[in-house]
């Protein structure tokens, strides 16, 4: 590997990560929409939680499940694509490994948009289908069971599913650069997420009476649609 491939393989992941399907989906199909003060109602807590990323999630609740979902499909093909095409043209060198972590960098601190940018969730899952998409379906799969069975917990679902990642790539790999990017993936998302961190804290703290799972799940696009999939196979009544 070579210094300038190395950088050039971060910097189009970065720029490319940096493109928001947020803001131009919610631009062109209600340019009026304001995202900057989205909020989720919570059952038994008198403030709302603040949405303080631009998300799939966040546009879910402004537009509907159906943009929430286009928004998501695309934030994981551009990265999926940027990283697959580097793949393609250095085939033996894993320079797209580099492209991947550019492109979720980018996506959550966007150059051109005053790095206010998503969590990260899409972007991570594009570049890891680039990479290995029999470990973007295990460790997804793996993770959901994991909160909803045994945690009984729809927050946990993704920090759980990103930390398999590390022993995937270790066990799998064993390669010093793969290992790097499953860490730093962990890293960036729980630094992208620090802000709504703590309001789901303070939401958690605030709740009275024994908050449940679905409640939580039901004010989101995303939850909704993870608590249909629960439901179906019966992890959930």
């Known amino acids: 590997m070579t210094i300038n491939l190395v950088i050039f393989s971060l910097i189009i992941g970065y720029l490319v990560g940096s493109i928001s399907f947020t803001r131009i989906v919610v631009r062109l199909v209600a340019p009026k929409t304001d995202l ?3 909020s989720i109602s919570v059952p038994g807590v008198s403030q709302p939680m603040a949405m303080t990323s631009y998300s799939a999630n966040t546009v879910g609740l402004a537009l509907g499940s159906r943009y929430g979902a286009m928004v998501g499909l695309l ?3 551009k990265v999926f694509l940027i990283t697959l095409g580097i793949r393609l043209i250095f085939p033996v060198q894993p320079y797209y490994v580099i492209t991947a972590m550019g ?3 980018g996506h959550n601190w966007p150059i051109y948009y005053g790095f206010k940018g998503g969590r990260g969730i899409s972007a991570t899952y594009g ?6 998409p029999l470990c973007a379906l295990s460790t997804s799969v793996t993770g959901m069971l994991i909160a909803l069975i045994i945690f009984h917990d729809f927050a946990l679902i993704f920090p759980i599913s990103l930390f398999l990642v590390i022993p995937w790539m270790v066990l799998r790999t064993w390669e010093p650069l793969y290992i790097l990017y499953a860490v730093l993936i962990n890293f960036l998302f729980f630094i992208a997420i620090i802000p709504e961190l703590k309001e789901v804290v303070r939401s958690r703290k605030e709740k009275i009476g024994a908050g449940t799972m679905q409640e939580m799940m039901e004010t989101n696009p995303m939850g909704r649609s993870m608590l249909k999939i629960a439901r179906r196979f019966g992890w959930l009544k």
């Open 127 to 132: 570049g890891l289908f680039a990479i290995d």
């Open 75 to 77: 934030d994981m093909l």
């Open 36 to 38: 900057t003060h989205m």
């Open 103 to 105: 492109g979720v960098l």
